[in-house]
């Protein structure tokens, strides 16, 4: 594929395009003309975060022009076994796991709140504007068509019992003896992925580990604990690792369908 600029413009944005001709936003122009030093004429590749990849022309400062816009230019099914990471957001670092996890490619992640989480004076609303912006250039960077979805934040225990049976959930623990490692419980998934389309999630505790109650509900609710390591990795190591696991792990799981 060629090596052009890649620009995210949101589904809703393409889909109300008239006339071919999409108006930029002052942003999208300042990165377009200052950064990347586009110059009229030439070609770019817009995608809508949900498989589709257009060309466009750069027809004004401001302004593109999207070659058959009726007919995508590549277009990608979204996988069939998504892949998501919950993880307690830590006092630093989860900037670079919302990078990551999405260069990697997992589809959904969830920030949680917990117990012993040391993080917790968040204006969320404002920190999922800047999630969402850091989401959308780890998407134009690693060159994805599916942009992966950051929801809202929820505690560990009410995120929990919102599970549906669609979904497969382990949760990572360190310290334990006689644990599946990831990858083990991954292969143990498998006649549950070949039955039907699911999320495979894996889950990272807080800097400051689990707490009683939440360990008694987990037990209770029959969810694996699983080691990512025999060595106590931080929040933004575990997510990345975890990221890793599951990606290798679907890509295993395509070869042999």
Known sequence: MEDLTRLIISHERIENIKNNYLELYKEEAHYLNKVMRLKNGKEIFIANGKGSLWKAIKVKNDCLEIIKLKKPYLFQEQEIYLLGIAVVIPKSGFEDILKMCTEIGIDYIQPLFSERQVNKNLNFS????????????????????????????????????????????????TREEKLYDLNQWLRKQQEFANKKRGIFWNVIGPEGGWSPKEIDLFNRKNITFVKLSDTILRTSTASINASSILNQWRTDLKLMH
């Open 126 to 173: 404002r920190k999922l504007l800047r999630w969402n912006s850091i989401i959308k250039e780890a998407v134009e960077q690693s060159e994805r068509l599916w942009k992966p979805s950051i929801l809202n934040g929820m505690d560990i225990i009410e995120w929990l019992k919102s599970r549906d049976n669609q979904e497969r959930v382990s949760i990572s623990i």
